[in-house]
């Protein structure tokens, strides 16, 4: 079989680089390359429909690939050029790990494990607010939405229960209700609630009356006490039901009870359990995607095939959208039996997998490449790193490197370039601290909570759209 012949597009200032890179790629990866150099600085701000008027193919190659940050459809340089043509990595320095270690990820995504998200204190919000906040929660991946009444007094109830699953229902959602008030248990259900949380001796005969679901938990927590006994009384009645054996707080018996929902399984191993995640995540305060992820593979493990969360501490605001992730990850890991690596990189925040660096002679010869006075700003080898044309600047203060450029600056800095040339050594900052990857004018990579950046062309180029736009003129495409 022939080998492949890929024909690399790339700008002037990459082109060293990239040259660098596939050159001891190609050998090792199984393909010939050869680099097309665009007339552009930066390959970026090119579009595929521009490098298609541009574009020369030497003899022999395969197929293109152009840079992951060139955005536009494909289909005019396919048309153009006659071969296929892909879309690369954003940063050069990805290209060993787009070539030689990609997972086969075809039926990533699947699940079978249901997430309840709790709204816990529901009786102090309105039902516009509840609605507003259920369909969030819904679009984060919330399959059931937990109203937790959070009241200690079984006289006391909410009124406007009712009124509150009517609403949710009726936006198509699906609803539990978490309470030990019984007549507001039956005002929820007879409004559509379909499950009912922490069901024991103080109120399992009532449940014949409710015609839904229960969570049947133990009677004395940190046991599991009475669980057996309401496990009968149910079914008896013929009440469906899940138990949930209790998860305690880091320091108060966590160990004990994940042995419980191991017990748990191994006493009634055909019942549906549930697992409320919520005692460690809203007790521990860390980063909660990590909890979750361990607690998602437990249940899968175990064939535990509900977990309740909820977000009401601030460190665990985003818990369904991780529970979301974290599920189809388990599910993937353990119906595959691979490691839980290179699959899901959106529920790694804090850190990138690689620090991608150019090292002391990839930033050189990008010096040398450059051909203009504009800064381009590195974090490497714990520095921050200012470069122009004749200027090569570091340090670990980015006020100290600042005042080095003032005097040398070979482009004046006005107020909007000095805000811009500041907020890129923030961030620059920001990737040495915490193990980031930094690419200058683009977002640091926060897994699924990353808010994509404009770049200053990006935004130049829609204001000069919107001033088009307002004169009634057409846009015209460019590529920089």
Not at 140 to 149: F, I, K, M, N, S
Not at 177 to 183: D, K, M
Not at 330 to 359: C, F, K, N, S
Not at 444 to 452: E, Q
Request: glycine fraction near 10%; proline fraction near 6%; include cysteine.
């Amino acid at each position: 079989m022939a080998r492949e012949h890929y024909l690399f597009i790339t700008g002037r200032i990459a082109e060293a680089a990239l040259r660098h890179v596939v050159g001891e790629l190609g050998p090792a990866a199984g393909f010939d390359g050869s680099i097309a150099v665009m007339p552009i600085s930066v390959a970026a701000l090119m579009t595929p429909k521009w490098i298609a008027k541009r574009l020369e193919v030497p003899p022999g190659a395969t197929r293109v690939m152009i840079p992951g940050a060139c955005l536009g459809e494909l289909e005019p340089l396919e048309g153009a050029v006659r071969l296929p043509v892909e879309r690369g990595p954003r940063d050069l320095r990805q290209l060993p790990d787009f070539f030689g270690r990609q997972p086969d990820l075809g039926d990533y995504g699947e699940h079978d494990v249901e997430i309840l998200a709790k709204i816990g204190h529901a009786a102090r919000w309105t039902v516009p607010e509840l609605v507003a906040r259920a369909g969030k929660l819904v679009k984060d991946g919330a399959d059931v939405l937990v109203l937790g009444t959070d009241g200690t007094d079984p006289r006391e109830t909410w009124k406007g229960v009712a009124q509150a699953v009517r609403a949710l229902r009726a936006e198509g959602c699906r609803v539990a209700i978490e309470s030990q008030a019984t007549r507001e248990i039956a005002a929820a259900v007879r409004a559509g609630a379909e499950l009912v949380l922490a069901v024991s001796a103080s109120n399992r005969e009532a449940a014949a009356d409710w015609g839904c679901e229960v969570v049947a938990v133990p009677d004395v927590p940190g046991s599991l006490d009475g669980l057996d006994q309401t496990i009968e009384t149910l079914d008896r009645a013929g009440v469906p039901f899940r138990i949930d054996p209790g998860l305690s707080p880091i320091g108060f018996g966590v160990a004990e009870s994940l042995g419980r929902y191991v017990e748990a399984r191994r006493r009634w191993p055909g019942v549906a359990m549930l697992l409320a995640a919520g005692a460690v995540t809203e007790s521990t305060e860390v980063d909660s995607a990590a909890i979750h992820v361990l607690l998602l593979g437990f249940c899968q493990e175990l064939g535990i095939r509900s977990i309740q969360t909820t977000q009401h501490a601030n460190w665990t605001r985003s818990a369904v959208r991780e529970c979301d992730l974290a599920r189809r990850l388990a599910y993937y890991a353990v119906r595959r039996r691979v490691l839980p690596r290179q699959v899901e990189p959106r529920l790694r925040m804090l850190r990138d997998a690689t620090v991608l660096e150019y090292g002391p002679e990839g930033l050189a010869r990008l010096a040398a490449a450059l051909e203009d006075p504009s800064y381009r700003i590195f974090a490497e080898g714990g520095k921050l790193h200012v470069i122009s044309v004749g200027l090569h600047l570091e340090g670990t203060d980015p006020f100290d490197v600042f005042e080095q450029l003032m005097p040398q600056a070979t482009k004046p800095i006005d107020v909007p370039y000095a805000f811009y040339l500041g907020y890129e050594m923030a961030k620059a900052m920001t990737a040495l601290t915490l193990g980031k990857t930094y690419r200058q004018e683009e977002a640091l990579d926060w897994g699924m909570l990353t808010i994509r950046e404009l770049s200053r062309m990006e935004r130049r180029a829609l204001r000069m759209a919107r001033r088009r736009k307002d004169a009634g003129c057409d846009e015209e495409e460019s590529g920089g």
